[in-house]
Structure formats: structure tokens, C-alpha cells
């Protein structure tokens, strides 16, 4: 099983962990390099901004959701969604979700990888 320490260590696959209250905290270099973001415009601020604005709201639903029930319904397992590039450009992409429990609080990571080299290059 995938775990945040796993993705803090992850060099061949973008990857994202972002705390309890949705912050980013870290991002790799791959996905740097695969979306456009650097770690200075993304580190600190809200998972939301690399979610597209008519995304938002499916996403805070889902992230509530989890933080009353702490029931998962998308966590370790392919999805496919979209990310918003640096560039401002919406690219569908395979993310994998996973939440672990650290000193009593969520924490959540994901693997985002393009579906096509056009994640990378467009």
C-alpha cells in the first residue's frame, strides 16, 4: 500500500501531500517538472489550486465528507480526473489517493500521472 512517507520519497512519479485542512505541504520535483508548478507557487497554499473552478465544489464535498464519516469512497484506487497546469490548461490525469493518520490527524497524498506523454509537453 502507498504510503506519505512513500510519496515524500517518490522520484519517478508526480506526487503531492497536502495536510488535514487541504494545504499542500510538499511536492516532488517529477511533478514540478510534469505541470508546471514550482514548489514556492504551490507549497502553503490550497489543493484547490490545482483543481479546475467547476471542480471545487465536488471536491470540498468529497474532502467534508471523509473528515465527518472517515469513510472513504475514492482512496487507493485509479482514477481518472482532471489537474490544472501552471499554464492554466485542464489535462486529464490518473490520480491515486491515499490518506494515512499521523499523530492523530489525516494526511493525504496523491500520485498524479499524465494519461498520454501530453501531460508533460502540451
Known amino acids: ?3 506519505i512517507d512513500a510519496l515524500k520519497a517518490e522520484t519517478a512519479i508526480p506526487a503531492i501531500i497536502v495536510d ?6 510538499h511536492i516532488n520535483e517529477v ?7 514550482r514548489k514556492d507557487q504551490l507549497v502553503g497554499e490550497s ?19 471523509f473528515a465527518v464519516t472517515g469513510k472513504p469512497t475514492i482512496l487507493n484506487q485509479a482514477l481518472e ?26 494526511v493525504f497524498g496523491a ?3 499524465p494519461l498520454d ?5 502540451s
Request: charged fraction near 25%; proline fraction near 3%; glycine fraction near 8%.
Open 20 to 25: 488535514r485542512d487541504g494545504t499542500i505541504v
Open 111 to 113: 500520485t498524479i500521472k
Open 47 to 65: 489543493l484547490t489550486t490545482i483543481i479546475p473552478d467547476n471542480l471545487r465544489d465536488a471536491h470540498h464535498m468529497g474532502f467534508s465528507r
Open 31 to 37: 511533478f514540478e517538472e510534469t505541470w508546471g508548478w
Open 117 to 121: 506523454d501530453s501531460g508533460a509537453d
Open 81 to 106: 480526473l482532471i489537474i490544472l497546469k501552471a499554464d492554466g490548461q485542464k489535462t486529464p490525469a490518473e490520480h491515486y489517493i491515499v490518506a494515512e493518520e499521523i499523530d492523530g490527524h489525516w
Open 1 to 3: 500500500m502507498l504510503t
